[in-house]
């Protein structure tokens, strides 16, 4: 039997980035991985994703070149050519985080872990054994009990970043943050892309504000998207033809499609773990958690999309943190209410704080204020005017949230999350000078309309 300090089960950037700092703080690791180290992001999700954004990015600059000048632009689009890019940079990057756990206190070992007791996992038929665990096992697609959605043609968002082929027609079921970020690229592409959403919105977790105005642009820029559609069924036909079945307001409606991306979400990985043996809580959400990320075994931790509380991978990032300063018994100011999420689509939208709606629920004594991109001097210069900023704060100036759509939202947002976390409020914000002619100037816009 194989003894460490702590076992991660999991190299996600939960997992390998708690796995680091761990052991630069003297600590012993064992972390296991059961296929690539990087987990769902950098091999299946925000990566590839992220690689493909840049590449409908290009695209959109092209279709609009005569804006700036550039006229007789011909060009091709070899996506053989962008799959290979995608690739190469995920190689790139995994290879980066293999030399990273060749850490001399970490000990990284491939398969599938599966708890022996509550101190020992088993590995390929191998046992290691530790004082603390730490499950960081990630998320699984999520399925829903719909019939045809295990057949040729029917892809989830892995195999989708493996597609040989832009598809003409591409169906998407789901308008969250995966549905909508592969229906800005592929309409990029070429694609015609429909997407079908259960709930009254898109983005369901963001702002209704934010998710109405980026509906508005994705659509204008030819993607249909269908909302309150339930989805019944799928059928594939004898040409190849995908139908997606929905009812919407009482009638049965049909989409056809060459290709059905299914993005409802994300599931906990539990499956192969034997949590029920050991006695460690779980429901279909995920791994039952404080707020030390301790589940109902004092010893042993999950975080990250494990338990559901937060599917981003710097949630899972600094939930890892958390859980090895409880371990060490070191404190920590990290605000794990306070995270920053972003969609990249094109444009791009980003939130951080409570929404308008919550607000709203919570009986809160707030107030709301606006700008908007088409008064920004850079905004304007970069031909990226489709865009607004909403600031929340309650009655004694404190910043409850802020909620962005327009150009490199994902990074101006970042600036009231540095601030909330010091718990500023707008006054403290107008005081703070902004550089100019910069997109950044939007939020101060907001800010000093309190």
């Not at 989830?156 to 598809?167: F, R, W």
């Not at 009812?247 to 060459?258: F, M, P, V």
Request: aromatic fraction near 6%; glycine fraction near 8%.
């Amino acid at each position: 039997m194989t003894t460490s300090d702590i076992i991660i089960i999991g190299a996600g950037p939960g997992g390998y980035e708690t796995a680091l700092l761990a052991a630069k703080k003297g600590c012993t690791v064992t972390i296991v991985e059961a296929a690539k180290v990087g987990g769902t992001c950098l091999n299946e999700g925000c990566i590839p994703t992220k690689a493909f954004c840049r590449n409908a990015a290009v695209l959109d600059d092209l279709k609009e070149a005569e804006i700036y000048g550039i006229t007789q632009c011909n060009y091709t689009f070899d996506f053989a050519k962008a799959l290979e890019r995608k690739n190469q940079v995920v190689s790139t990057l995994q290879a980066g985080v293999e030399t990273l756990l060749k850490h001399k206190n970490i000990r990284l070992v491939y398969g599938k872990a599966s708890f022996c007791d509550d101190h020992t996992v088993e590995v390929n038929g191998e046992q290691y054994a530790a004082k603390h665990i730490i499950i960081a096992t990630g998320s699984v697609t999520k399925y829903l009990p719909i019939d045809g959605l295990h057949q040729p043609g029917v892809l989830t968002s892995k195999e989708m970043l493996d597609i040989d082929h832009v598809p003409q027609r591409l169906c998407i079921i789901g308008a969250g943050v995966i549905g909508m970020e592969f229906a800005s690229i592929f309409n990029s592409f070429g694609s015609r892309v429909t997407v079908v959403e259960f709930m009254k919105e898109i983005l369901p977790n963001f702002d209704t504000d934010i998710a109405k105005r980026l509906k508005q642009s994705l659509s204008k820029k030819g993607i249909e998207i269908i909302n309150q559609a339930g989805v019944k069924s799928v059928e594939r036909r004898d040409d190849g033809t995908m139908v997606v079945n929905y009812e919407l307001k009482g009638t049965l409606k049909s989409c056809e499609a060459d290709t059905v991306l299914l993005a409802v979400g994300r599931a906990a990985n539990v499956d192969s773990l034997n949590l029920a043996d050991i006695g460690i809580d779980y429901t279909p959400k995920g791994i039952q958690v404080n707020d030390d990320m301790q589940t109902n075994i004092p010893h042993i931790y999950a975080i990250g999309d494990v338990n559901g509380r937060c599917m981003l991978a710097h949630a899972a990032t600094f939930q890892g943190m958390r859980a090895l300063h409880h371990i060490l018994g070191e404190q920590d100011a990290i605000r794990l209410d306070i995270v920053p999420a972003a969609v990249f689509t094109s444009p791009e939208a980003a939130m951080v704080g409570l929404t308008e709606e919550q607000c709203k629920a919570q009986g809160l004594d707030f107030s709301a204020k606006k700008a908007f991109f088409r008064a920004n001097g850079k905004a304007v210069s970069m031909n990226e005017t489709d865009g607004i900023c909403k600031v929340l704060a309650d009655k004694e100036g404190h910043i409850l949230g802020c909620h962005l759509f327009g150009a490199h939202a994902a990074d101006l947002v970042q600036e009231v999350c540095a601030l909330m976390n010091r718990n500023a409020t707008v006054s403290d914000f107008k005081s703070i000078i902004h550089a100019h002619p910069t997109l950044g100037e939007v939020i101060q816009s907001a800010v000093h309309e309190f």
